[in-house]
């Protein structure tokens, strides 16, 4: 098993760019969430989904859409990218189940924006 | 709304014991979730508390009182390698992170 793929790895976008982070999980995971980290600081929930077809928006959603059109994939798209959106982004995964609750994390895109 | 409580920074020597506390406010709970963090790299599940009471791993044990809206992480016989941010999360039907704690292993 992979876990939860994200590409890229590095990107560099200017202002006003739009582009998609992409993310993959072959666990079949019910839930999948999108964050982003800043330099020094905790993780802040953007987007996540319980399910195919199911989308909700965390604590920072502006800016940002995603779908959830299958259960491996969930996708996170840039509108138009500004320079406060440069950031470390994790997409994670977990499934559904009560006594397996935690998350797996994806290896991280690093996003500058110029 | 949600609120999370964990320190900033802890130290401790290797071998030595160290407890990271969390309270938290939040509805829809359903358990409380620990994650490791080395720098650079993606945070890394550690430990779930659905009910009450300790749960064991290795060196590593998880504590929760639903009641009282707390938890702690205790690490065990510490190692350099334990240097890392440490995240207590809720578990609701999503998973918000608190700023967390920076443990730093000194020699």
């Known amino acids: 098993n992979a876990g939860v793929t994200q590409t890229p790895k590095f990107q560099v976008l200017k202002t006003g760019q739009s582009m998609t982070l992409q993310c993959a999980q072959d666990m079949n995971h019910e839930y999948m969430s999108w964050y982003r980290q800043d330099p020094g600081m905790g993780l802040r929930l953007i987007h996540y989904?319980?399910?195919?077809?199911?989308?909700d928006q965390g604590e920072v959603p502006n800016g940002y859409n995603v779908s959830r059109s299958t259960t491996e994939d969930f996708p996170l798209r840039l509108l138009s990218a500004a320079p406060s959106q440069t950031s470390v982004y994790f997409c994670a995964s977990s499934a559904g189940s009560p006594v397996n609750y935690g998350y797996t994390f994806g290896s991280g895109t690093r996003l500058t924006v110029v | 709304g949600q609120s999370l409580e964990q320190p900033s920074e802890v130290t401790a020597v290797e071998g030595a014991i160290v407890q990271i506390n969390c309270t938290y406010q939040t509805s829809g709970f359903y358990g409380l979730s620990w994650y490791q963090q080395h720098d650079g790299g993606a945070p890394t599940f550690l430990s779930y508390?659905?009910?009450?009471g300790l749960e064991e791993t290795g060196r590593f044990s998880s504590f929760l009182s639903r009641s009282d809206s707390y938890g702690y992480l205790l690490l065990q016989e510490l190692q350099m390698k334990d240097s890392a941010s440490y995240f207590c999360a809720p578990r609701t039907r999503q998973l918000t992170f608190g700023s967390g704690t920076q443990l730093t292993v000194l020699p």
């Open positions: 989904s319980v399910g195919a077809g199911i989308t």
């Open positions: 508390n659905a009910l009450d």
